[in-house]
Structures are given as C-alpha cells and as structure tokens.
C-alpha cells in the first residue's frame, strides 16, 4: 500500500511539472475540460444505475403477472 501514497512533496513536482509542461495559460482550460470529462462520466454512471432499476422492474412485473 506504501506505493499509492502521494505526499506533499510528490504533489508540488507534479504540479510544477504540469506547469512547465503546459504553462499558465493552459491549465483552466485543462481543468474545464477535466472537469466536463467528470461529470459526463457522473451523468454516464447515473444512467446505468437507472437502466439497472428499469430492468429489475420490469423483470419484478413479469414475475407477478406469470
């Protein structure tokens, strides 16, 4: 588990090296396009779980009606 562990100092290089990689006028536009990406994924999720709800309906009335 020692090798998922982030610290401090990891963060501060990755965001220096996000910084000298894209440069300060890139990144909101890569957190908003982050950030659309998260919530398509969010909105992707939510429809599985209500497609997986319609099914057990419908599975549910055809019991009672056979």
């Known amino acids: 588990m020692q090798l998922l562990y982030i610290g401090t100092t990891e ?4 965001v220096a090296l996000v910084l000298l ?4 006028r890139k990144i909101p ?8 990406g998260v919530k398509s994924f969010k909105d992707g999720v939510n429809g599985v779980d ?17």
């Open 11 to 14: 963060i501060i290089i990755i």
């Open 29 to 36: 536009e890569l957190m908003k396009g982050l950030g659309k």
């Open 21 to 24: 990689l894209f440069g300060g």
């Open 50 to 66: 209500e497609i997986d709800e319609l099914n057990e309906k419908r599975k549910s009335e055809k019991a009672n009606q056979g």
